[in-house]
Structure formats: C-alpha cells, structure tokens
C-alpha cells in the first residue's frame, strides 16, 4: 500500500488537486493508495453529495407523522396502530446503462436492503424508469433501447420475484435526451413496528465490529466514482464497476437481520451499498463520534490475492456491517450461520476517533474520521439559466397546425409514453406476500395493507421530464404534486416523499441551475401540500459526450388509509356512472405529450402551480370517499382528460360516452394542473359531490357516463372499445417486438 502516489493516480480517482491539498493537511502527510482509495470513494459525489448539499438543506424534513427524516439508510412515517412505514428511492442509473439486467438486479437489491437495515421486512417495490428513443430515425438507437430496456426489466424483476416482495406500480418514460444515459430508480417500502426501528451508529468503545452476508470479490470495485462521473465511449469498458447480485442470498440475508432484531444483541446496523465498507464503517463511526479498528484480512474474500484497497472499495452485494455489544459475537454468529450466511468480527469500536486499517498484523491505512464524514468538499458551482430556454418559451400551441381531435387522440394513445407498459410490469410477482390490494396497471397509485392494522399504505411515483426541461422549478413541484394526487385518488392521506435527483453534469452551470431551480420547486410544494421529505437521493453526470438529460426530480410519495376496505378504485367498474372533471382545464400544452408527440416540439411557458387548489382537490376527493360518494377517481396527467379517460375505459372493459365541454377540442389534451376524473351512481350522491366540491371552491363538471356497449365517445372522437384496448394494450409491445 505504499505506492507511489503521482498527479496521475489522483486524477484517476476524481480528486482535484484543492481536494488533494486537504487530504494532505488533514492526514499532515501523503496518502497511500489505500487511503487515496478511501478519500475518493468518501469525496465521491454519488457518497458525499458535494454539489448538490448546499441545495438540499431547507428541505421541510419534520411533521408529528415523520418518525425518522433523512440521514439514515431510509426514512419513517407514522402509519397508526403501533405501525411504521420505512421507504426509500435510489438511482442505478450509470450500472444499469453498462450492464442492465446486473445493474438494475442490484439497485433494486440495494433499496431493500436500506429498508430492512432499519429493521423493517420489505413489502412493496416501485420503480422510475427512463430510456431513449425506441422508434426514432436511427435504428441502431433504437435497437440498443430495447436491449437496455428488456435487460433492465428482466433485472428488476429477477432481484423482486426472488426475493419475494412485490412490484406494486412504478412509472417508465421515453426521451431522445436519455439515449445516451438512461434512468433507473429504485423504491422499496417497509413495515415494522414503530418502537422497534434500528439505526446506524457504532456506540462505545470496545463493541466488536462484524462482517455479515456475502463473501467480498472484486465486482462494483469503485462503482461509487465511477457513478460520479460522465459517459462517453470510454464507459462501454466500465462493466466491472456493475455489481453482481444474488437475490436469494438477500432473502437470506434478510431473514436473518430481522430475527438478529428481535434481540438485544446489537448497537447499530449499516448496509455496504455504495463504496462498500468503506462508507459504512466511515458512516457508523462518524455517527457515535468514534474510531474503528478494522482488520482486513479477516473480512470473507470470495477471490484469491485480495489486498486490503479492493476489500475497502469493493461493492460486492448482499453485506452489512455490525456493531455489536460485547459479548453476543457467537450468538450473532449462531443465527447467520443458520442462514448459511458468514458473520465475522473484522474489527472493534475504539475511542481514538481514527479508522485505523490492518493487513495480517500491519498497519495498511490510518485516517481521522471525523474530516472524511465532516469536511468532505461543499462545492458552489456556478449557474447560469439555459440559453435554450430563450428559444423554446414563446411556443404556443396556436403556432401549430389543428389536427382533428380523433387523429390527436389516436395518435396519443399508442405513443410509447402513453400505451400500457403491460410487458415491464407482467414480469414482477404484484401478488407475493398477500398484501398487495391494488396492482400495477390498474391505474393511479399502488398500494398495499398492513394485516395487523386494517390500514392501507398507497405510495405512486412521479416526474414529467418535458415539464421540468421547460421550467425545472414549476416541473419539480408539479412532480411532487402529481405524485400526491395519485396517492390521494386512492383515498388515502398523501404524508411524505422520498425523492431521486436526477441531473446532468454539475460542471455545466446551466445544469445546476436545473438543479438548483428542481429543490426549490420541491421545497415549496413540500411546505405547502404538507408533505415533508423524509429521505432520498442525487444522481448527477447523467450525461454522454456532452448530451445530459432531462431534468428528472423523480418523487415517491406515502400515504395512509385507515380502512383498506375504503381503498378507491381508478378505472371504470360499470355502466350507468356520472363522470365528472374535478379541477380547471386551461389550453395548458407547455411540455405536453400532445406538443411533442404531434409536432416534434417540447416548449412552451408553464402556468404556476396553485398548491390551495391542488390540496382543495386532494381532501374533497379523500372526504368524498370516506363517506362513500365515490365509485373511482383517477388523475390527469399526461395526455389530459381525453387519454385519462380512454385508459380507464380500457382497463375496465367499460364503454364511455360523454361531450367535451370546452370550446376548443384540443384541451381534451390539455396537461393542466390539479385535475382528477371521479365517478358518482345516483342522484343523491351527485348532489352531494357537487355541494362538497362547491364548499371546497373545486369545479365540478359532468363530461358524460359509463355504457354498456362497445364504444368510446368522446366529443368527434368515437372508437370502439375493442380498438381502443388494441392500441392501447399492444401498441408498446409491438414497438419492441419490431
């Protein structure tokens, strides 16, 4: 370990030279390679958050429900009963553009992990999904999409089904921007009680420090670094920076954690996700202000001549790190080694404040703790707004040609971003475990009960890509909205988010001002819908050879039911229902699909978010449903009302037939803010729905009525219900298949 350090080993590793500089006055000396290794992976962006902290803070993390807020593995919320709900969102997306079924695997492996480290079973996955053009001009683009994207599913999938947690909703959108760096985030959610919760920390000096789970080898080596940086030809040659997961080795894994938690053996828990155990020592010690001893030979190597970099940097899967109470190692062992899992003390707690690392009796790596968790680098890069965005905000939609509301309509409703993603989500297990009461595909938010309780927990993930390309700030808190207001359509209480920052690269000023714009559009409609972020994730350098993608703030939001019996529904379920529009409808096409489906253009100028009149919306529907008015209700997103109704129609089996009630056709396209499409039976019940939203200061407006027969009518647009279920149900698949 005492290489030579050269200006060239310091750049491989990301450092600058003002961070070399303070590497060198906080060791007071040369690094070694191992300890280089360390300050890298510490200092990484992916680990350290160095660009993006100063946009973070001011977060509204607090509310009498949030148990647990960021700055652990995941975050807490209140469910009732006794009961807790621990979730998180985290980005695989550089793993999964270079090996996507491995990359995907592990980042769904990764965010349960994070979830039963706090001592909860995982019962339910989301995920967010983003890829390129898959029936662009260039064939080869297109091809290699459809590569990434079948691999990327079969990955998701493989690590879920195994593991037996299951898929309850998720989102995937397409953009020529994510051809060259695509986007998967992952969710996972989690049940415990809520006095039982555990956290990392190390506690005092003298807990023995164990090793437990999987053998290390050398897969995921500098995975956090590599993930902190660009695209270009050069990362086609990254792959062994993807991890390799085995599922049913974190089935394991799992089942033993939450057996060890019924103990009193331990002081704290943390998983080896990004930079392996290096973070989650580094982490633990920093948190209880303590030192370490580690001795890395001792750690299990599933590969011959491992030296102790490899052992600190490695991102091997299926790990976590212990800190223990003395005297409990051979019970601790005992339970692991039931599971046919290794447990091994690798180290001990000290009171020096240093992580001192040995190699068969040697000392290898010496370093402060207290610098690397604290100092790491707080950068305040330059912004600038986007010179694009000059060109693109005096769109209008009157600058465009009229296209009859039938072509629009069907030209919308087989678009990629629209028709139903039936061949990703038929691949997840919804069913496993028994919890699951609403599915994917059945439109709006997920959700799933807690047996003990009665309660039903509805969680939905959102971001409209092409909304906050034209207004970052506006696009995130409409994010945040859109997410709530699926979670609400179901009838439960929106209380809290998790997010996954997805940016370009933070060099570019015009990037951070994406950025830097995104948190404060989060923040605002965090403070003002009431709910708070409780945990999350920053994925910047989404960018090759320059390209970065779209702004994408991807939002899960958590919300409770008491009763799960009261779950509502979000398609049509019968004929003879009044359909109404909840909310205003405006000629809102600003970032719309129907702008960039139809004419190839995304731009335009968004409208401000009304955040009294999104909440008005939220409560009037979870109040109506309460007392029983409502037969459904569903949000509008993209597309606007004509698509929202269409897919309803679709997944019911039940025909439509109403008028469009504006003057111009095209805002049956419209993507206006604060809308949901709710159904009432009987006359008493419409009355008291229109008294309620004429109370709440929502418009409530009749658009038609679910038949019996074989069609959707919709103003000029007519179709038969059997084609309209063929465009809107086969259309993605056949694009792949092609």
């Excluded at 946009?55 to 509204?60: A, C, E, R």
């Excluded at 920093?286 to 970099?309: H, T």
Aim: charged share 25%; aromatic share 8%.
């Amino acid at each position: 370990m005492n290489n030579q350090i050269t200006p060239e080993i310091v750049a491989q590793h990301k450092i600058s030279p003002s961070e070399y500089e303070s590497i060198l006055k906080i060791l007071g000396r040369e690094p070694n390679l191992l300890e280089l290794g360390v300050f890298s992976a510490m200092w990484s962006e992916h680990c350290s958050y160095k660009s993006s902290k100063k946009y973070l803070n001011g977060f509204p993390t607090k509310a009498k429900w949030v148990i647990q807020g960021p700055g652990e593995n995941a975050g807490v919320i209140d469910c009732g009963e006794g009961w807790a709900a621990v979730f998180k969102m985290e980005s695989h997306n550089h793993p999964s553009f270079i090996e996507p079924f491995a990359g995907a695997a592990t980042g769904v492996g990764g965010i349960f992990r994070d979830i039963f480290t706090m001592g909860a079973r995982v019962e339910a996955s989301m995920n967010s999904l983003r890829f390129g053009e898959i029936k662009g001009k260039d064939e080869s683009i297109n091809k290699h999409q459809k590569y990434l994207i079948k691999g990327v599913a079969a990955g998701i999938s493989h690590y879920g089904n195994c593991m037996g947690v299951p898929t309850v909703a998720g989102e995937t959108s397409f953009d020529e921007s994510f051809n060259g760096n695509i986007l998967v985030n992952a969710f996972g959610l989690g049940i415990c009680k809520s006095d039982e919760i555990f956290y990392a920390k190390a506690g005092s000096a003298g807990n023995p420090v164990i090793y437990v789970g999987s053998r290390t080898g050398r897969d995921g080596l500098g995975g956090a670094v590599m993930a902190s940086d660009s695209f270009n030809e050069a990362s086609k040659k990254l792959r062994p920076t993807v991890q390799v997961g085995d599922p049913f080795a974190e089935k394991l894994l799992m089942e033993a954690c939450l057996e060890l938690f019924k103990t009193d053996y331990i002081v704290g828990i943390q998983d080896m996700g990004a930079a392996g155990l290096t973070s989650s020592s580094f982490e633990m010690a920093g948190k209880s202000g303590a030192g370490m001893k580690l001795y890395l030979d001792k750690v299990p190597m599933r590969e011959e001549g491992m030296n102790p970099y490899e052992l600190m940097l490695s991102e091997s899967q299926e790990r976590m790190l212990i800190c223990a109470k003395p005297g409990f190692e051979n019970k601790i062992k005992e339970i692991f080694e039931k599971y046919e899992l290794h447990a091994e003390v690798i180290g001990e707690v000290t009171d020096t404040g240093n992580m001192e690392l040995f190699w068969k009796g040697e000392l290898a790596g010496l370093i402060p703790i207290a610098p690397v968790t604290e100092l790491a680098p707080v950068l305040d890069r330059p912004t600038k707004e986007p010179e694009y965005l000059n060109k693109i905000k005096n769109i209008k939609i009157d600058d465009f040609r009229k296209i009859s509301a039938k072509k629009a309509f069907k030209t919308l409703l087989k678009d990629e971003n629209i028709a139903n993603k039936a061949y990703i989500y038929d691949q997840y297990d919804a069913h496993i475990g028994t919890n699951t009461i609403k599915m994917p595909g059945s439109l709006g938010a997920g959700a799933i009960r807690i047996k003990e309780s009665g309660a039903a927990v509805a969680m939905a993930c959102e971001c409209n890509t092409r909304m906050n390309f034209v207004n970052p700030l506006v696009g995130a808190a409409a994010a945040v909205a859109a997410a709530g207001r699926k979670v609400a359509m179901s009838g439960a209480t929106p209380l809290s988010i998790t997010d996954c920052l997805n940016y370009g690269n933070p060099q570019n000023p015009e990037v951070m001002w994406q950025f830097a714009k995104g948190c404060e559009g989060i923040k605002i409609a965090c403070k003002e819908l009431n709910t708070p972020v409780v945990s999350g994730n920053v994925s910047l350098y989404n960018e090759t050879n320059g390209i970065s993608v779209q702004p994408t703030p991807a939002i899960a939001m958590v919300g409770v039911l008491k009763d799960a019996k009261k779950l509502l529904n979000s398609h049509f379920k019968e004929s003879g229902v009044s359909v109404f529009v909840l909310g205003d409808t405006g000629a809102d096409f600003a970032g719309s699909l129907y702008m960039k489906s139809l004419f190839g253009v995304c731009g335009g100028e968004l409208k401000e978010l009304d955040f009294k009149a999104e909440r008005a919306l939220w409560d009037l529907v979870i109040k109506a449903n309460d007392k029983g008015i409502l037969e459904f209700a569903n949000s509008v997103g993209v597309g606007g009302v004509a698509i929202t109704l269409a897919k309803m129609s679709a997944f019911g089996g039940v025909g439509f037939k109403g008028e469009c009630p504006y003057d111009d056709e095209r805002w049956l396209f419209s993507e206006s803010f604060s809308r949901s499409i709710v159904g009432v039976k009987g006359k008493k019940n419409i009355a008291k729905l229109e008294a309620m939203a004429k109370e709440a200061g929502v418009k409530c407006q009749k658009i038609g009525k679910t038949k019996a027969d074989n069609s959707f009518e919709l103003g000029s647009i007519e179709m038969s219900l059997d084609k309209l279920k063929k465009l809107y149900f086969s259309s993605f698949s056949e694009i792949l298949s092609k």
